[in-house]
C-alpha cells in the first residue's frame, strides 16, 4: 500500500517534483509517482487516480505547470484530499499554473503550495497523514524543532 501518489503532468516537472520525493523519503512514507497528463493522457491518469484510491492511497500531490488542470482533474476523479503544486514553467513563469490551480470552482477544492513549492507539498501530504500516525505527528514536531535550532545557530553567528 503507497499511502501518497505523486503525479505530474510532463517529464520535464521532475526536477520541481524531486524535492517533494526527497521530504516523503526522509519521513519513510510510502508513495508512488507517476507522469501522466491531464491533456494528453487523460483516461491513463484518471486510471492511476482510481487504482491508487483502491490499494489504500491516503494523499494525492499534483505538480503542473502552464495550462494547469491535472491537480483540478484530479480532485474531481476522487475524495481524497489533493495537494497541487504550480510549476514554474513557459511564458508567464508558474503564475498561469497558480492561479489554474489555486482557483477551483465551490465544491473540488485542491490544497495549493506555492510556486515550484516542492517541499511544501511533500510536507503538507506528511502533516495530513500526521492527523491519523502519532509517530509521523512526533517526527514532524522534531523536524520543526531542529528548523527552530538552526535559525537559533545562525543568528548566533551573526551576533558574533
Ligand atoms: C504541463 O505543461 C506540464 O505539467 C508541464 O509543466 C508543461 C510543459 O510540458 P512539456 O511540454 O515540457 O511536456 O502540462
Known sequence: ??????????DS???????TIKVLKEFNVSFEVK???AHRTLERTLNWVNAFEAQG???LIA????????PGVVAAATTLPVIGLPIK????DGVDALYAIVQMPPGIPVATVGI??????GLLAIQILAQTDSH???????????????IETKDQAIQE
Not at 13 to 19: G, R, S, W
Not at 136 to 150: D, F, V
Request: no cysteine.
Open 63 to 70: 505538480g503542473a505547470g502552464m495550462a494547469a488542470h491535472l
Open 35 to 37: 507522469v501522466s497528463s
Open 13 to 19: 516537472d521532475f526536477n520541481v517534483l524531486e524535492a
Open 89 to 92: 514553467s513557459g511564458a508567464l
Open 1 to 10: 500500500m503507497n499511502s501518497v501518489g505523486v503525479v505530474m503532468g510532463s
Open 57 to 59: 492511497g491516503q494523499v
Open 116 to 121: 515550484n513549492a516542492g517541499k511544501n507539498a
Open 136 to 150: 509521523l505527528k512526533e517526527e514532524l514536531k522534531a523536524y520543526r524543532q531542529k528548523m527552530a535550532a538552526e
